[in-house]
């Protein structure tokens, strides 16, 4: 065979072996904390189980808390350390304080109004906003609403709380929500709350339906369904390491995730069944009547207000978008679309 013949079809095939089919998988951490046998873990099994069967990814996978707090996953993450992240609410607004105000006590009149402002209205603003702190939002994920949860009696109405002391993370919107309605707190981390709602130190506290169930099983009589204060989550990429992604992995990452719409079903299905179970446990579920869930909005009007003092002119047009988002989600039901 002529030599250059043969040189030639040995280059060829050089470049066949160190193309797309031999390229570096694109490495990463994935860290978050996620409940076994809850919703949220089946969607994180969900997408190892998408991730690991692409050759595009190489990946590690710390999904119950291994590479610690939020406020460390935040750290790790923008400094490329972690790749992938999950973060709350409480985690965001440690983060981005003007996300205080889509969290604020009694913004939304429901879940449905939230999406529409969220999805229509937020969700390139918010991504502006933390891509400016080197993360990449890669979805938006959704919890619900929070609730209020008690040792030894129900709570209907803020008058209720009297003598009351609720445990409460670290955030300005629940610090605001609970002043507001003239209850005292006190802020624990989780390791102390079940010792102090044993001691009395706490009387209850404020968290979301999934936790009560998870962590406060046997130690709570009530749990009063406020549905005023709104949590969802986001999952982060580092931004430089996702700009430096081919389009398709780009394309992949996002798509191993389950969809958003769907993810909302999911977790408000879920939510429906865990109270089912609490009540078969004895908790008692309560849920407010119109008037009840009124005086909550009436007393904790003053939050918002704390909370946007503390935010800025960020906060404010935050504010303002969702103000504009409401007004069109009411012109949708009026016109039954």
């Known amino acids: 065979m002529n030599t250059f013949i043969t040189r030639t079809l040995f280059a060829l095939a050089l470049l066949t072996l160190t193309g797309p089919a031999l390229s570096e998988p694109l490495k990463g951490k994935v860290g978050v904390y996620s409940f076994p046998d809850t919703v949220w873990w089946d969607q994180w099994m969900g997408f190892q189980s998408e991730i690991e069967a692409n050759p595009d990814f190489d990946f590690e996978w710390y999904l119950r808390g291994e590479l610690g707090s939020e406020q460390q996953l935040i750290t790790g993450a923008r400094r490329n350390r972690i790749q992938v992240i999950s973060i709350s609410s409480q985690g965001m607004t440690s983060l981005v ?32 906003l933390f891509g400016e702190l080197g993360l990449q939002v890669v979805q938006f994920t959704d919890v619900g609403w929070g609730v209020l949860y008690s040792v030894d009696r129900p709570v209907l109405v803020p008058a209720d709380l009297a003598g009351m002391t609720l445990r409460i993370s670290p955030s300005i919107i629940l610090q605001s ?40 099983d046997g130690q709570v009589c009530c749990v009063t369904r406020l549905k005023g204060m709104y949590e969802m989550g986001v999952n982060f990429a580092n931004k430089e390491w996702f700009d430096s992604a081919t389009d398709a992995q780009k394309s992949a990452l996002v798509d191993a995730y389950v969809e958003l719409p769907t993810m909302r079903k999911n977790v408000r299905a879920y939510v429906e069944q865990v109270v089912l179970e609490g009540e078969a446990k004895g908790i008692s579920y309560l849920d407010l009547s119109p008037e009840q869930r009124e005086s909550w909005k009436t007393a904790s009007a003053s939050g918002l207000q704390r909370i946007l003092d503390d935010t800025g002119s960020e906060g404010a047009r935050l504010y303002d978008l969702i103000v504009q988002g409401k007004a069109a989600f009411a012109r949708q039901q009026i016109n039954g679309q």
């Open 97 to 128: 304080p003007e996300m205080g105000v889509l969290l604020a006590p009694y913004m939304f009149d429901s879940l449905e109004e939230a999406d529409f402002v969220l999805d229509n209205y937020l969700s390139e603003p918010i991504g502006q």
């Open 177 to 216: 929500f609970v002043e507001s309605v003239g209850a005292d707190y006190a802020i624990l981390e989780v390791g102390e709350l079940i010792p102090g709602l044993q001691t009395g130190l706490v009387h209850g506290g404020l968290t979301n339906v999934v936790f009560v169930h998870n962590a406060l």
